[in-house]
């Protein structure tokens, strides 16, 4: 600090510096106003922020065995009708409880194996599996072969804004093929499939991140579950060994050593 005296006699102090810098609104009006509307995206609230993409849970269901085939085997299949709709219906009650009445749920239906399946029962399957869309509220589908599935599994939905976050299947399998028909037309055979050489078919796009991919049937865990992560990205979950459809619980594992592999 200077001292120095005025023309009046008295001691006087002055700094020795001045602080000329201008006010903040004075350097504020000098910065450009595009660089002002980046800083206020950066800072916006988090409330403002889009969010996240709505996603669809696909439950795919296989048809039943025909008695016909199956009545002089060992170990015959699907004495119930209801094996795969059963366990479809109880996963799509959890599907419900964990993730709310708006969880959009897509049930992929193998038609005809029903249709056939009923002549046998004597009663309309179909509209028994009707009264479960309308009972959960959910998007009932009907397909016929393996490529009416990828092409829903494609472009169903808008994909684009639309992905998948499940994707579970019910029904016969083999370790490398879902077999929607399995002794239903044919005797321990099937014309209705879709084939792990088939997947590459998928647009890996579809998929949510992290989506949850399942297949409850038997063995798809030796095989089909490594194709599936190689054509979508995606893990599915898949059994090695066998599985058996229960009637009040999802399907468990029926071989010694079998387990859940992706």
Request: hydrophobic share 40%; with cysteine; aromatic share 14%.
């Amino acid at each position: 600090m200077a001292v120095s005296y005025g023309a009046s006699g008295y001691l006087q102090q002055r700094p020795d510096c001045i602080n000329s810098a201008p006010a903040f609104w004075q350097i504020m009006r000098r910065v450009p106003l595009f660089f002002l509307a980046i800083v206020s995206l950066l800072i916006a609230p988090a409330i403002q922020a889009a969010p996240p993409p709505k996603t669809e849970w696909i439950i795919l269901v296989g048809g039943p065995s025909m008695y016909q085939w199956e009545k002089y085997k060992a170990e015959p299949h699907d004495h119930w009708w209801a094996n795969f709709v059963r366990a479809a219906r109880i996963r799509t009650e959890q599907i419900r409880a964990q993730y709310g009445p708006d969880q959009p749920i897509t049930w992929l239906v193998y038609k005809q194996g029903y249709v056939d399946r009923a002549t046998q029962e004597k009663q309309d399957l179909l509209s028994h599996i009707e009264s479960v869309r309308d009972k959960f509220d959910i998007h009932l589908v009907w397909f016929e072969t393996g490529a009416d599935v990828l092409r829903y599994v494609n472009s169903g939905q808008p994909r684009d804004t639309f992905k998948i976050g499940g994707f579970e299947y019910f029904g016969h399998s083999n370790k490398a093929c879902f077999m929607f028909d399995y002794s239903n037309f044919i005797d321990s055979a099937c014309k209705s499939w879709l084939h792990e050489n088939d997947l590459k078919k998928i647009d890996r796009r579809v998929f949510a991140r992290k989506a949850y991919v399942k297949s409850w049937g038997c063995h798809t865990g030796e095989s089909m579950s490594q194709k599936w992560y190689t054509a979508t990205g995606t893990r599915m979950i898949g059994a090695v060994g066998r599985t058996q459809f229960m009637m009040e619980e999802l399907p468990i594992l029926s071989s010694p050593g079998g387990k859940w592999a992706n």
